[in-house]
């Protein structure tokens, strides 16, 4: 399936993986990967109750097991200014080690050093802490009470973070009162872990110039530095971030974590470099959780099913600390994307978070920042939509789709859609499942009493924050940035401020060279994820690599061709103004005949550049002027067994629009991984807690990870609709089949139960939920358990 | 205790603890840090490795100490005489991995289901892989990288790999 | 995650680790593939002071057909009874089925199946099928060897008649006569997972196609694998039909006593255990030719 | 997990000589399974450690109990903390004597569990029914050890 690429023409090749050879023979550097002379380990004690007074420490045991160094609880760290943590958006503050209470399962109470992995264990297993039980507050309904004040250390004394809201209410609230139809879902989207199979880590020294090293599982190393020194005070010169090569992040990897504070004073107390890698409970129980927002969902229609208003009134369980990875100015994320990919006259959308005794997170988990709660919302509902009409899903769908020729389309909700042909995809949809047939297969199938199920999502996202006006982290814009240098021969590196974790980076930023710049991409390096020598950029989440950094790569290669025709112009002896581009080199204006190469430049750069300065390379930050909005149809056909409740996939066919396509090999790869992880999602996860705080999915015997064995066979296509304000018409595709296939999955499952007169099944769609719904619906309840 | 483990040909004489993972044995005695550990449930498989060129084991679930004589293929032992094995070739060919964490041991896995089934169809495939998590490719380029490596391996030249 | 020290004792014969388990007694453990041991270590739930490893035992690792029993030795792994040249006989549908379901492929490749036994997990797969199969279990003790049906070897959750110092050498399983076949069922949320609920099904038909014996076994509806009797009773001497079968689902179903977990309610896994009898019934008999 | 048992010994003894036990800390600490330690403060408070054995998890379990009596309705309340294998266990319980008739003595018990911490996380799937195994034991225990006395 993969194509090797020549010189120019780079963009749209299928090339082979330059990461690949590496990966495959074992040689690829994660973090774990990385040791130093004398260096410790480092292991967490955390804490079994999700809400207690810590009434006493005790190390005293842990220090007498042989190879223990040091051991450092929360109050060592405030005594020394280090006690708390700024979360991303500014909102809140976290703990490092816990101070005078612990509020969730598994919360770090102190850090154990020791010379190996085992005394480490050890010794964290012998930190006696006495801890003094206080009552627990599971969920965000009972903590709006404020009957438990879980957060005395703030100035505002209740457990109510913020109201974000955007949209127009009372115009809303009266067409909704208006319309001929209108109906509400409650829908849960529920907390899940992104769970990237390496967990997180990292590995801290001060080197002989006393300077912090630290290699980390970092999605944004240059935010890490930045964070590092406003935390600790270190001078960011004196910082070095290394984020090496990343064994999957999915939004997991963007928190500065506790650990990584504890690592940096282990390392500065005792004079030893100090690795801290995680375990998988750890990872699932104490870092970035995404979604769980409790939706109520209200659309309003005409009685052919012309859409007039949407509502979304969210509650969000936020965890103990306010640590979802929100920009700035928008503590929901990109909520406002609920209108989908339909023409809404009117909407409104709020959100009110709180804080639980459960831990914190709230991270974009395969998304763009809460877009995947906000399709599914408007999805899902669609189908209850269509229920309520009595008519068909697609047609519902079609009907209210914003119109190709509405772009730049400005929704509701305050978003200027860039690009879209809605009509087109779906139609594509529509022919290569042969929906005609399905539907005709399905109607036979009723007859007999099997349950098949189609279910559609037409989803619109939106990624690539962002603009500068709008959007920064930590004060920080959120431009991103690339460096180019061709050397004299032609090859060339290339520098963003981006870190793959598995996207193909050192592909893809390749191509945009070679095929802005006419240059073999095999030898065009590309180099992420080290502070010292990438420029300054946000990192790598929320579809923003392409969006963004593709984009400074783009512009950095154009700034380069700038250059060099002026070199070019020197060696062809005519005027710059008549050098022009065709065909991936420098021709005089209407010679064809004359030509020079840009491998030709690139010397002449370095050997006979005339008046012109030396050298061939330039630095880009790029402050996209809107983000992109990458869309899709996508279709899930399910058989559901009666007795026993299971959902079989039996196909499902992603079409998808995410503008030009790079490399076609790695948008095709990309869509399959996050469909499995949306598959995951709709069927399998759910980090849950019990009523007691207690997290019952601790590990990957109860976080269920699909198997080959599990997960469908895809199938994929593409339309092609260009960004217009994307300097290669690029918008983005690693995080859509995550945001759009959950609720393609649910609305198979509904649509098979339907006949039954189910209506909405929360995710995870689990056997029993089915087998219950089925029977209940038999046993005549059915009419009851809808609304 | 003592122990003396072939890995990859090369034997290893080291001195662990009982305790000690076979994994960890690889990775931080031997310094082959290809086989990568994501999970402490015996669930994921990023640590597969070849016991005795028959038997697919993760690593995380046996100690070193019950390796002592044995014959271990890690990653690192795949490629030789400079040339990709099959089965390298073939998961870089069909985009069969993305982060590259859960590779060696899915790899690893599909040395010993093809030893064993030579020629297997995609639902053996997804059967004899189930033991391995990836997290990336959604596991339909995974199929297609191990129908080619089969049918590679299959061919007279490649039999003595 | 790292296990608490301990001490390894590599056997060199039967009769050596015996005397290791017969001397430490219950400080000490059978290391045989390890595959629940070793993660109940790593999370120090398990903590044995001594681990008597059987591994280079090789004479323990056979697969032994005889005229009468199948006999698998202490160290077999379950992929060697998944690969075993005559697993695909009829007669043995029921090894053939659950050899395929235990774990995940690559742990089957170390774990064992009387290391299952010995483990007796509520949701062990392998209890399931050797009671109904009428399995038995060889015991070394300190009397010498044992052998225990497997209705009396299983005692409860965890606990089977193997006492402290004593070791599990062999299961026997008897040869199935001619018009034999089997089925395991079984319900989980993915590979590798525990059972949410699991039915192993083993019939005999006679000359004149009546069920001439019948075993029905469950796994995760109690504290361990339970032998269906009413089941039982109610197919033996019976032509297979509809209202038969109907009638063993709903004496499983009566009698499964599962626990509610995140697999399922007591309600949900009630009905599984049924509806798993009734599948592995049809499949068994249809693997008989005979529709029902 | 919150785990919640309850249950009725009838106890062949009289009302007076079951109550005088079951306020003696020492002897109804020593009716835990495999108590290895009992360490009394006072009438009210004592310490346990129990020895777990099931399958291959074994390791002890340190044990705070504090008891309140209410004499006038022959009424004990327990609460008991602690741990084990890196997990906590909180538990409370209450044991309600009525006469029986003919020198017996009903003990009706009630107890609501809570662990947390890998026993609960990795072992939830059998820890159930093994508490309610050492839970039924216990009381077992003191029925036959107040037969005894």
């Known amino acids: 399936m993969s194509a090797d690429v020549k010189a120019g023409h780079a963009i749209g090749v299928a090339m082979k993986r330059k990461e690949d050879p590496r990966f495959v023979q074992g040689k690829g550097h994660y973090v774990d990967d990385f040791s130093f002379p004398g260096m410790l380990f480092m292991a967490l004690v955390r804490s079994p109750y999700p809400h207690a007074t810590i009434k006493s420490i005790d190390i005293s045991a842990a220090m007498k097991v042989p190879g223990v160094k040091a051991v450092i609880t929360g109050k060592d760290l405030e005594a020394a200014g280090l006690g708390w943590l700024p979360t991303f958006h500014g909102l809140d503050k976290q703990m490092v080690l816990a101070i005078g209470k612990v509020l969730f399962q598994y919360q770090e109470v102190a850090a154990v050093f020791a010379e190996s992995r085992e005394a480490a264990a050890d010794g964290a297993e012998q930190v006696q802490v006495d801890y003094d039980p206080l009552p627990v507050v599971a969920d965000p309904f009972a903590s709006k009470t404020d009957t438990v004040l879980l957060r005395p250390d703030r100035e505002q004394k209740t457990n109510h973070i913020y109201h974000w809201e955007v949209g127009d209410r009372d115009r809303t609230d009266q067409t909704l009162a208006k319309s001929a139809k209108r109906v509400k879902q409650r829908i849960w989207f529920q907390r899940c872990h992104p769970a990237p199979l390496e967990p997180c880590g990292c590995v801290a020294f001060f080197d002989t110039m006393g300077r912090l090293q630290f290699y980390v599982t970092s999605q944004a190393p240059h935010v890490y530095r930045t964070a590092l020194s406003l935390v600790t005070g270190i001078p960011e010169d004196r910082i070095h971030v290394i984020s090496p090569d990343i064994g999957g992040g999915f939004g997991n990897k963007v928190p500065v974590y506790p650990g990584y504070v504890c690592a940096v004073v282990g390392a500065l107390k005792l004079g030893h470099p100090v690795k801290w890698i995680e375990t998988r409970t750890e990872n699932l129980t104490s870092t970035g959780f995404a979604r769980d927002y409790h939706m109520d969902v209200e659309l309003g229609a005409t009685a052919d099913g012309k859409l007039t208003a949407v509502k979304v009134a969210t509650t969000a369980d936020h965890g103990a600390f306010d640590c979802a990875a929100d920009p700035t100015k928008y503590p929901a994320g990109m909520f406002g994307i609920c209108t989908g990919s339909y023409d809404v006259p009117v909407a409104h959308a709020e959100v009110d978070a709180y804080f639980t005794n459960k831990a914190p997170g709230g991270i974009a988990y395969r998304c763009s920042f809460r877009v995947t709660e906000a399709s599914y919302a408007i999805e899902r509902t669609m189908d209850v939509l269509a229920d309520e009409l009595g008519i068909d899903a697609v047609e519902l769908r079609r009907k209210n789709f914003v119109k190709k020729e509405q772009f730049p389309y400005a929704s509701a909700l305050g978003f200027t859609y860039d690009s879209g042909d809605y009509e087109k995809t779906l139609q594509k949809a529509l022919d290569t499942i042969g929906y005609q047939a399905l539907l005709k297969e399905q109607q036979e199938k009723r007859a007999r009493g099997e349950l098949m199920g189609i279910g559609f999502s037409t989803f619109t996202e939106v990624v690539g924050a962002g603009p500068s006006k709008h959007f920064d982290i930590l004060g920080i814009k959120m431009f991103d940035s690339a460096e180019i240098r061709i050397h004299p021969t032609g090859a060339g590196i290339v520098r963003a401020g981006t870190k793959s974790q598995g996207q193909g980076h050192e592909t893809t930023w390749a191509q945009i060279v070679a095929e802005e710049l006419g240059l073999d991409p095999q030898q065009i390096m590309v180099e992420e994820g080290d502070t010292d020598t990438a420029p300054y950029g946000l990192g790598t989440y929320a579809s923003r690599s392409t969006p963004v950094a593709g984009a400074a790569i783009a512009m950095a290669a154009r700034r380069i061709r700038e250059k060099a025709r002026k070199i070019a112009a020197h060696l062809l002896e005519v005027g710059e103004a008549d050098v022009e581009w065709v065909d991936y080199r420098f021709q005089v204006k209407g010679v064809p005949a004359k030509t020079v190469t840009m491998k030709e430049v690139a010397f002449a750069a370095y050997t006979n550049m005339a008046q012109n300065e030396p050298g061939l390379e330039a630095t880009f930050y790029y402050d996209p002027p809107n983000m992109t909005f990458p869309n899709g149809t996508y279709v899930a056909v399910v058989d559901v067994d009666r007795e026993t409740g299971e959902v079989k996939v039996r196909r499902f066919l992603a079409v998808d629009d995410c503008g030009t396509i790079i490399n076609p090999m790695i948008v095709e790869g990309q869509v399959h991984g996050g469909l499995t992880e949306g598959f995951a999602i709709a069927f399998m996860q759910e980090i849950q807690y019990d009523a007691d705080g207690n997290n019952l999915n601790t590990n990957f015997t109860d976080y269920l990870v699909p198997t080959a064995q599990e997960a469908p066979h895809w199938e994929t296509a593409q339309t092609v609709t260009p960004s217009p304000h994307h300097p290669i018409g690029a918008k983005g595709v690693g995080e859509s089949p995550n945001v759009g296939s959950p609720a393609a999955f649910v609305n198979a499952v509904v649509d098979a139960l339907s006949p039954l007169g189910v209506r909405h099944l929360e995710m995870p769609v689990t056997r029993e939920k089915v087998w219950r719904a089925i029977r209940e619906a038999e046993a005549g309840k059915g009419k009851a358990a809808r609304t | 205790m003592k122990v003396t483990i072939t890995v990859n040909g090369t034997p290893y004489t080291r001195d662990v603890e009982p305790r000690t993972l076979l994994a960890y044995f690889l990775r931080e005695h031997c310094g082959l840090t290809g086989t990568h550990v994501g999970c402490d449930t015996s669930s994921c498989g990023c640590c597969v490795a070849v016991l005795d060129g028959q038997t697919a084991v993760k690593t995380c679930t046996m100690f070193a100490v019950q390796a002592d004589g044995h014959e271990i293929l890690t990653v690192e032992g795949l490629a030789a005489g400079g040339a990709l094995h099959p089965i390298q070739q073939a998961f870089s060919d069909q985009h069969g991995l993305h982060c590259g964490y859960c590779t060696p041991g899915m790899m690893l896995t599909t040395v010993a289901l093809l030893k064993h089934t030579p020629a297997p169809t995609e639902a053996q495939i997804r059967e004899g892989l189930a033991g391995n998590l990836c997290r990336c490719t959604g596991y339909n380029n995974i199929v297609k990288a191990v129908q080619q490596a089969a049918d590679v391996l299959r061919q007279p030249a490649a039999a003595t790999k | 995650m790292i296990p608490a020290a301990f001490d390894y004792i590599r056997a060199h014969s039967p009769d050596e680790a015996f005397s290791h388990l017969q001397q430490h007694g219950g400080d000490a453990r059978v290391l045989a593939g390890g595959q629940s041991l070793i993660p109940a270590m790593r999370f120090r739930l398990a903590r044995p002071a001594v681990l008597v490893d059987i591994n280079g035992l090789a004479d323990l690792g056979r697969l032994e057909l005889g005229r009468t029993a199948l006999a698998i030795g202490a160290i077999a792994r379950d992929s060697a009874i998944e690969r075993a040249p005559w697993i695909g006989e009829t007669r043995w549908s029921l090894l053939h089925d659950v050899s395929r379901v235990v774990a995940d492929p690559v742990v089957r490749q170390m774990g064992t199946v009387v290391g299952s036994l010995c483990h007796n997990d509520p949701s062990g797969d392998w209890t399931a099928v050797a009671l109904a199969a009428r399995a038995a279990v060889v015991v070394r003790g300190r009397q010498g060897t044992r052998t225990v049906p497997i209705d009396d070897f299983l005692v409860d959750s965890f606990t089977t008649a193997v006492g402290e110092g004593e070791m599990a050498l062999a299961v026997h399983f008897p040869v199935p006569g001619d018009r034999t076949a089997g089925s395991y069922q079984k319900v989980e949320r993915k590979v590798g997972d525990f059972a949410t609920a699991a039915a192993a099904v083993q019939v005999t038909l006679d000359g004149k196609g009546a069920i001439k014996e019948a075993g029905i076994a469950l796994s995760a509806a109690g504290p361990c694998a339970v032998r269906v009797t009413e089941a039982e009773q109610a197919l033996v001497g019976q032509k297979p039909t509809a209202d038969v079968i109907r009638a063993a689902a709903d004496a499983a179903s009566k009698r499964s006593e599962p626990q509610a977990d995140l697999r399922g309610s007591v309600e949900y896994k009630k009905n599984l255990a049924g509806v798993l009898v009734a599948r592995g019934l049809r499949q068994a008999l249809a693997r008989l030719g005979v529709q029902a | ?149």
């Open chain 4, 1 to 149: 997990m919150n785990l919640k048992y309850n249950g009725q010994e009838k106890v062949p003894a009289p009302m007076d000589a079951v109550w005088a036990f079951v306020r003696d800390p020492d002897k109804v600490g020593r009716c835990l399974p495999d108590v290895v330690e009992v360490t009394v403060h006072d009438p009210q408070h004592f310490d346990a450690v129990v020895q777990v054995a099931v399958g291959p998890v074994r390791g002890k379990f340190k044990l705070k109990f504090e008891m309140t009596a209410n004499e006038a309705t022959h009424h004990v309340d327990m609460k008991v903390s602690g741990g084990g294998f890196g997990s906590a266990v909180d538990l409370t319980a209450t044991a309600d004597l009525a006469d029986g008739g003919a020198g017996t003595t009903l003990l009706n018990w009630s107890g609501e569990a809570i662990a947390r911490g890998p026993v609960a996380a990795v072992g939830g799937r059998v820890l159930d029914g093994q508490a309610k195994k050492l839970i039924e034991q216990t009381f077992a225990t003191v029925s036959q050890r107040v037969r005894q006395a």
